[in-house]
């Protein structure tokens, strides 16, 4: 019996030793792709794809599971001329927990349009970080990007608990572009690709020009978004302070990609941290969201007045 209970208790410290970071939920959408394709393809795909990105170990870190990173991937098929060969959009959503509420706070909610890779059912996925590209450029584009986006989250997750915390994986997101698939079709991995992609913004995040993009994630959610329980004024005049830095920011580098991405999915919190503000802070609040969130400009003039 002791065996028996000292052999249980090593499974469960194990268990919990190793839990994985994220708790993710992918969905894969497959409603656009040709009615003569077989649809157990996409659910053998959307299973795969929750198994390799929440069996995998991410960080050298130990989460308990109430610790794990939440975010949910929207895949949406889009059929092309070849067999077994997808074109695809990926829409990325990760929200962090606030201190001392069941809030959670979206930290990433963007959509990736430059998705090309090829699956056949029951293929494995794999993902090496020492050989991103594998041996089938399509086939290893698609691990490649859902291993770029798992660091990214993580990355802006760490950021905000901890001034620079997330530079792991903003390093090891940035190895994934430097070594990506490359091949017919396949976009998104390189400078020349766009203005917003991929590349862009993990180079953001680490070119040491735009350091203050770091301060910025971690004064929003640490020093406002979690002091908002205990000091709602301070935090309030917190979350400004981190307004006035991303306007200078944007003043300083206009149109980068990662002001953009700051504010996506932010509105309607935003709207709520100041709406009970004083009439002096609502306005420059109001003011500068028009200005830098130019999406959400109307909504902000609607109902920060």
Same mark, same amino acid.
């Given at each position: 019996?002791?065996? +028996? ?46 198994? +390799? ?71 494995q996925l794999e993902f090496n970080e020492n050989r ?28 905000? +608990?901890?001034?620079?915390a997330g530079d792991p994986y903003f390093q090891k ?18 400078? +020349? ?113």
């Amino acid at each position: 019996m002791r065996k +028996f209970n000292l052999l249980l208790l090593l499974v469960i410290f194990s268990k919990f030793s190793t839990a994985q970071e994220l708790k993710a939920n992918i969905t894969v959408v497959s409603n656009q792709v040709n009615s003569n394709v077989n649809q157990n393809v996409f659910r053998t795909l959307q299973t795969a794809l929750n198994t +390799f990105i929440n069996t995998r170990k991410w960080t050298s870190d130990n989460f308990q599971p109430n610790e794990k990173i939440e975010c949910n991937f929207l895949l949406n098929l889009q059929p092309t001329s070849d067999l077994n060969v997808y074109d695809a959009s990926l829409t990325i959503q990760a929200a962090r927990p606030v201190f001392n509420t069941s809030y959670l706070s979206p930290i990433i909610n963007y959509k990736d349009d430059n998705i090309k890779f090829k699956y056949v059912e029951f293929q494995q996925l794999e993902f090496n970080e020492n050989r991103v590209a594998g041996s089938d450029a399509l086939i290893s584009n698609l691990t490649a990007i859902i291993a770029y986006y798992a660091n990214m989250i993580l990355a802006f997750d760490y950021d905000s +608990f901890s001034p620079r915390a997330g530079d792991p994986y903003f390093q090891k997101a940035q190895n994934i572009v430097n070594n990506a698939p490359d091949g017919r079709g396949i976009s998104g991995w390189r400078a +020349f690709d766009g203005t917003r992609n991929r590349y862009w913004l993990v180079e953001n995040m680490l070119n040491s020009r735009y350091t203050i993009m770091h301060d910025v994630y971690y004064n929003y959610y640490r020093l406002g978004m979690d002091k908002l329980y205990e000091d709602e004024n301070a935090a309030r005049l917190e979350v400004l302070n981190v307004l006035n830095l991303l306007s200078n920011f944007n003043n300083d580098n206009p149109n980068k990609m990662i002001n953009q991405f700051f504010f996506q999915g932010k509105s309607t919190e935003l709207i709520k941290i100041f709406s009970k503000a004083p009439q002096q802070d609502k306005a420059r609040a109001s003011d500068l969201l028009q200005r830098m969130d130019i999406t959400n400009a109307a909504k902000y003039k609607d109902e920060l007045k």
